[in-house]
């Protein structure tokens, strides 16, 4: 699958060039082309904004014109919440990301300067618009928010690996929470906890409940019988 091309269209800030290059770099995208960034290319406010996106920021292209960046990509989509007065198709995110793992040839996806966004001439060279289902009062997202969006949708139609949590360890066996449970009495007994005589079972089923719930493994119940331990030192 051809990976999409981002392209940012006159970007103001080197921080913000860098953060989008961290945005692609996080789902897989290398491709960036800048068009006539305000500051000049390189930019060296982008590297530490990057965080180690280098790869992306090293192999930026820059052009002159939106026009120039996109002469290759057969398919160009234009990010914004407002039509400008042009009428194209307006998908989601995930609408322009399965056109692009459909579509044969490279496809851009361009983003708008921080402040004004795209220009309707630049709308105008897109085969059709990316805009999110957004607050209407408040629609506005800074430049790597709205790369990252893009760049997510379209890691969902990709092979990118879902990174795992570390695997749980298995409930402990019965004896070890009965070990527990019988700790936990030992130590309360002493006390009153479990006055009046008459609530003694109805206490001892409660206890029994809130410490069997948690599905609790070996190393917890160790480590909670280590406190009561304690206690049970701290206390004699």
Request: hydrophobic share 45%; with cysteine; glycine share 8%.
């Amino acid at each position: 699958m051809t990976k999409p091309v981002i392209v940012l269209v006159r970007p103001q800030l080197g921080e913000n060039i860098g953060k989008a290059a961290r945005a692609m770099l996080n789902f897989g995208l290398t491709e960036m082309r800048l068009v006539s960034p305000r500051d000049g290319w390189p930019n060296p406010a982008a590297g530490p904004a990057a965080s180690g996106a280098d790869v992306v920021l090293d192999q930026a292209r820059v052009f002159d014109s939106v026009a120039g960046a996109v002469a290759d990509c057969a398919h160009v989509f234009a990010t914004t919440v407002r039509k400008r007065g042009v009428t194209k198709p307006v998908l989601t995110p995930e609408e322009a990301a399965r056109d692009i793992r459909s579509n044969a040839g490279r496809s851009a996806i361009l983003f708008g300067a921080e402040r004004s966004g795209l220009e309707t001439e630049d709308v105008a060279l897109a085969r059709a618009i990316v805009t999110v289902p957004i607050n209407p009062e408040f629609g506005s997202l800074n430049l790597a928010q709205a790369v990252i969006l893009l760049a997510y949708e379209w890691s969902k139609q990709t092979d990118l690996v879902q990174p795992t949590a570390t695997d749980a360890l298995p409930p402990a066996p019965q004896d070890e929470l009965e070990g527990l449970i019988a700790h936990f009495e030992t130590l309360l007994e002493p006390t009153g906890y479990f006055l009046p005589p008459d609530r003694i079972p109805a206490t001892r089923r409660t206890l029994r409940g809130v410490l069997t719930k948690p599905g609790w493994n070996s190393l917890e119940i160790r480590t909670l019988r280590g406190v009561l331990s304690a206690l049970g030192r701290e206390r004699g």
